[in-house]
């Protein structure tokens, strides 16, 4: 099975910028799309960025013009780029491969006003 490791969460000033990056274990398997999602507790898993094979990245609408989702040197490792971060953004990140559900342990991003 795929390990996905996380990392470059933190604790950052509303307004101030954090990269996250996963990388897998192994190459992902073609047709899989691997990106980042996120929850608060108590609420519901959220997707944050999603690339796929093609390089083609998809945002939640929350984070649309404010997170970028780009693959590492290597095609088995993405980072994001999270700018202008908001309070409401803190949240537990994690990676994962889809649609074979395949899933980090998490990185925390918390965000002070």
């Known amino acids: 099975q795929v390990q996905l490791v996380e990392s470059g969460g933190g604790l950052v000033q509303a307004g101030g910028s954090l990269r996250l990056s996963c990388t897998a274990s192994e190459n992902i398997p073609t047709n899989n799309v691997i990106g980042w999602y996120r929850q608060v507790p108590g609420a519901q898993l959220e997707l944050v960025a999603i690339i796929n094979s093609s390089d083609v990245p998809n945002y939640g609408a929350s984070v649309k013009g404010r997170f970028t989702i780009s693959r590492a040197n290597a095609k088995n490792s993405v980072q994001l780029l999270m700018t202008n971060l908001q309070p409401n953004d803190t949240a537990e990140y994690y990676c994962?491969?889809?649609?074979?559900?395949?899933w980090g342990r998490g990185t925390q991003v918390t965000v002070s006003s």
């Open positions: 994962s491969i889809q649609p074979i559900d395949y």
